[in-house]
């Protein structure tokens, strides 16, 4: 693998699920220098201490602020949005308004690679949902923009599986497709690895880079929730959710809802390009077994 040409990252969204374990996947490769935005007003949490223990500059700005997003951004050579859209009503699933400020700034400033935050299933225009219109934006302002780009698909998440309808607490599983269809999956982790090393990999560069840890189908996934919480679990099946939806058909879904019916839907990427990166990443059965003696539900956000 080549050597990386970048020195100094920003990260936003450093300390949220996802933000949080790529800033670390940096900090162990050690190759970079890297800076972390966070928004006004200053105020410590208990990631913000850790990172800034082992060497994390923090920058606190104001997103809505142009001239502090261009201050703070001044020689940096690569931004990882890891931002979230659902971290306020007034921004819920809108992932262009929240990385625009950040996107004009960098493109004032210079910065040379812009990740936007995508870390999830692959979806194309003419074949997406609300919830990722927004992302097809900020893609569309980032190409016209003249910096380079990656957008990284790593299928779901590992730690937040049961998002995707499994009920923990109630040993339900809801199928809102058929439970022989399948989904790639990738450790939180391995994500923040994969995210580093493109930086290294040519073939990134405006480019789409597909990963994933392992692809199971919903029934292997129910099976390891079955065996981790020594129980048998019941299995609702409602493949009408996003029709209902729609046409707001009683009873309606929920936003959430509908959201998660799409990802099911779109639970398989196109390829894979684990074969171009240095790791083997972690497969579902491995997060499982490491919960398996006593499994505890976690709260998706």
């Not at 292997?220 to 959710?241: G, N, P, Y």
Request: charged share 30%; with cysteine; net charge neutral.
């Amino acid at each position: 693998m080549t050597i990386s040409r970048f020195e100094t990252v920003v990260i936003a969204g450093a300390t949220g699920n996802i933000g949080y374990p790529i800033t670390e996947a940096f900090l162990n490769d050690g190759s970079y220098k890297i800076k972390i935005l966070r928004k006004k007003p200053e105020n410590k949490n208990e990631r913000s201490e850790l990172l800034a223990s082992k060497g994390v500059e923090i920058v606190y700005v104001d997103y809505n602020q142009k001239d502090d997003l261009v201050k703070a951004l001044k020689g940096t050579d690569v931004i990882v949005s890891a931002v979230s859209a659902f971290s306020s009503k007034k921004t819920s699933g809108d992932f262009y308004n929240i990385q625009l400020p950040l996107l004009e700034a960098a493109k004032e400033v210079g910065v040379k690679r812009f990740i936007p935050s995508e870390f999830g299933g692959e979806y194309s225009p003419g074949h997406s949902h609300t919830f990722v219109d927004s992302k097809l934006q900020i893609r569309e302002e980032l190409e016209k923009s003249g910096m380079e780009y990656t957008y990284i698909s790593t299928g779901a998440f590992q730690e937040f599986i049961e998002w995707l309808g499994f009920d923990v607490k109630n040993k339900i599983a809801t199928f809102y497709v058929d439970g022989n269809s399948k989904v790639h999956s990738t450790s939180l982790a391995d994500v923040g690895k994969y995210t580093v090393e493109s930086l290294r990999l040519p073939e990134a560069r405006n480019a789409t880079v597909r990963v994933a840890g392992s692809i199971e189908t919903f029934n292997e996934i129910l099976q390891m929730f079955e065996k981790a919480t020594d129980s048998k679990w019941k299995v609702i099946e409602d493949r009408e959710v996003r029709h209902r939806f729609r046409n707001q058909i009683e009873p309606i879904p929920s936003f959430m809802d509908d959201v998660k019916a799409f990802a099911c839907e779109n639970g398989t990427l196109s390829k894979l390009d684990n074969d171009k990166f240095s790791f083997t990443p972690r497969p579902l059965a491995e997060y499982f077994n490491a919960v398996d003696k006593k499994y505890e539900i976690k709260i998706w956000g």
